[in-house]
T-cell receptor, first 116, second 115 residues
Framework: GNSVTQMEGPVTLSEEAFLTINCTYTATGYPSLFWYVQYPGEGLQLLLKATKADDKGSNKGFEATYRKETTSFHLEKGSVQVSDSAVYFCALSGTGSGGSNYKLTFGKGTLLTVNP | GAGVSQSPSNKVTEKGKDVELRCDPISGHTALYWYRQSLGQGLEFLIYFQGNSAPDKSGLPSDRFSAERTGGSVSTLTIQRTQQEDSAVYLC?????????????FGQGTRLTVV
């Protein structure tokens, strides 16, 4: 079945540090890939997405590139801020038969804390 | 409404009791999903609605779990005879269409604690 594996946290960085959160997936077909973020006390929000190989999703300074050859979708940001402290989830959808391609399969989440 | 609304935000119940969790999706969104977020299990898909029908219930963990959606809008997730392992955050999401590229918007969840 489908699965998403992301690096386990927690990750603690100083402000302006470089961030990488690794994400790899196992899926049949051609999934779409997502990063969702959950800020403290808030619901999950879509951060960025990519729908086909070599696409780069970007938002709020975060980037991730859909790498089909390595089945990866690593999240990066060049200079993190305290306000980026949150839980980040890698996810995929778009596989499966019978029209079941809407389901999101999530990784377990990575807690990021950015200190001033 | 402006976003997906879930109620209650917190629910503490005694083992063996039934609970109902409510989700009010974004107006006009035909697709609605329930997920469960628990320690050690991450986020798990429970059920998907397209309009009022549920073409995929494959994630419901047991027959104690059921859900319905009326008027293509509000959905209720019911857990009968709750057990301690049901303790989790139950998340609802909605999207315009049920497709792989359509963004799903999530509510803030209902935190269920079974004591």
């Amino acid at each position: 079945g489908n699965s998403v594996t992301q690096m386990e946290g927690p990750v603690t960085l100083s402000e302006e540090a470089f961030l990488t959160i690794n994400c790899t997936y196992t899926a049949t077909g051609y999934p779409s890939l997502f990063w969702y973020v959950q800020y403290p006390g808030e619901g999950l929000q879509l951060l960025l997405k990519a729908t086909k190989a070599d696409d780069k999703g970007s938002n709020k300074g975060f980037e991730a590139t859909y790498r089909k050859e390595t089945t990866s979708f690593h999240l990066e940001k060049g200079s993190v801020q305290v306000s980026d402290s949150a839980v980040y989830f890698c996810a995929l959808s778009g596989t499966g038969s019978g029209g079941s391609n809407y389901k999101l399969t999530f990784g377990k989440g990575t807690l990021l804390t950015v200190n001033p | 409404g402006a976003g997906v609304s879930q109620s209650p935000s917190n629910k503490v119940t005694e083992k063996g009791k039934d609970v109902e969790l409510r989700c009010d999706p974004i107006s006009g969104h035909t697709a609605l999903y329930w997920y469960r977020q628990s320690l050690g299990q991450g986020l798990e898909f429970l059920i998907y609605f397209q309009g009022n029908s549920a073409p995929d219930k494959s994630g419901l963990p047991s027959d104690r779990f059921s859900a319905e959606r009326t008027g293509g809008s509000v959905s209720t997730l019911t857990i009968q005879r709750t057990q301690q392992e049901d303790s989790a955050v139950y998340l609802c999401a909605s999207s315009l269409l049920g497709s792989q590229n359509t963004e799903a918007f999530f509510g803030q969840g209902t935190r269920l604690t079974v004591v």
